[in-house]
């Protein structure tokens, strides 16, 4: 079974650019998770899907990240304009049940995106 | 708000060396969940374990196990006789009741050297 795939594995843009992440869950996961660690940093959430719908955003740094899921099957997490302070590893995670504690205990990690906005 | 503290920004053994990473964590809640992930060069979060806040029985698998102090607020993690594919970042993650999301550390690199 294939795990959590995100692309591109790094992506070198320029500041004021546009930036399209992305990333395909396992399948038949309904919990979609975005987080994002800047060097050395902690790993931050994001925000989370539950099939199409944007169950928690308030991990989104600003409106110039909008992320979708298309028919609750991938998503897209897109940053315009980019900035310095954008760069860092972008995460994507899926699990089967809405709530980690109490059903799977875990989440599935993809290996990352990393950013760098020169 | 919650928070976890990994102090250890990087630890260099060599092999068959025993080592711990530590982790500190911060909430207000008393039913929550403590998480140890490691990160290969690989780049993926690969999941080693849960702990829930009602239960302080240390754990062992294998090689590893960890140490779960309530009274300390601790969750820390050892590695026995390290091998050289030890050799990763760990991160250490808390998420309260009722929340999906995790909580993370800054990570802690481990070098084991052959």
Sequence with gaps: ?118 | AQKVTQAQTEISVVEKEDVTLDCVYETRDTTYYLFWYKQPPSGELVFLIRRNSFDEQNEISGRYSWNFQKSTSSFNFTITASQVVDSAVYFCALSEAGYSTLTFGKGTMLLVSP
Aim: net charge negative; glycine share 10%.
């Design chain 1, 1 to 118: 079974e294939a795990g959590v795939t995100q692309f591109p594995s790094h992506s070198v843009i320029e500041k004021g650019q546009t930036v399209t992440l992305r990333c395909d869950p396992i399948s038949g996961h309904d919990n979609l998770y975005w987080y994002r660690r800047v060097m050395g940093k902690e790993i931050k959430f994001l925000l989370h899907f539950v099939k199409e719908s944007k169950q928690d955003e308030s991990g989104m740094p600003n409106n110039r990240f909008l992320a979708e899921r298309t028919g609750g099957t991938y998503s897209t997490l897109k940053v315009q304009p980019a900035e310095l302070e954008d760069s860092g590893v972008y995460f994507c995670a899926s699990s089967p049940g809405p709530y980690i504690p109490t059903l799977t205990g875990e989440l599935f990690f993809g290996e990352g995106s990393r950013l760098t906005v020169l």
